[in-house]
């Protein structure tokens, strides 16, 4: 009932002629997919991805949009320029952000209602690091970034939202959060939904994707666990056929 969503994550990855010959390459290789495919692309490539995949199956994202209208913020984007080069999905509060760039749950949250409010949806990212991990944490490290997330996002948005649970110390080391855990993290993220909102609303309108090492050979059993609706895919989306193979998994 929840429809499986696979998203790259190229990060800063791919010039425009690189943009122009991945998705070339992409298109036939998930035109049967029976997931929802979704390619989240740098900035500077939106414009020529969203020409290559035009009337495809494949959908566009961008890497990260900022809370307010317009104005003052140099170098920031706002949503009304990515709806404008056709984009649909947004990626908010990747650990990278939060790491590097002074992310917190309060900038998600308000980057999140402005994605919603001008017709964006949000892929929202939360996850523990391993210090976090290894004290114990994780479940109360993702309750606090989800709940921080959603302050205030009304209940009829919540079918638009995909959280990606990504387990900081998963992402780009080649390990990965086994199966039954990252399962077990994702219901803890569903119930925190279900508390918030409504337990119908957990199960039937928010797609939790799991992300960190994800790749064609732990796709399948990845997705074939319960609370798992998706990918958000790194390193392997950077190769046509890597990530032809996920998206089939
Ligand atoms: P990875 O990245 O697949 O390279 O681990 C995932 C992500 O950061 O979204």
Redesign the pocket.
Known sequence: MRKPII?G?W?MNNTKADTAELLTALKPLVKDAKAEVVVCVPYTAIDTAANIIKGSNIKLGAENVHWAEKGAFTGEISVKMLVELGVEYV?IG???RRQYFGETDETVNMRAKAALAGGLKPII?VGETLAEREAGKTDEVVIRQTTGAFKDIDKSELDKIVI?Y?PVW?????K?ATSEEANATIKVIRDTVAKLYCRDCAETKVRIQY?????PKNAAELMAQPEIDG???????LKAVDFSQVVKY
Request: net charge negative; hydrophobic share 30%; charged share 10%.
């Open positions: 998203a994550n990060k990626i990747h650990s990278e990212c990606a990504e998963a992402i780009g080391t080649g990965t992300g960190g090492s994800m790749n990918g958000l895919i790194g390193g392997a989306s």
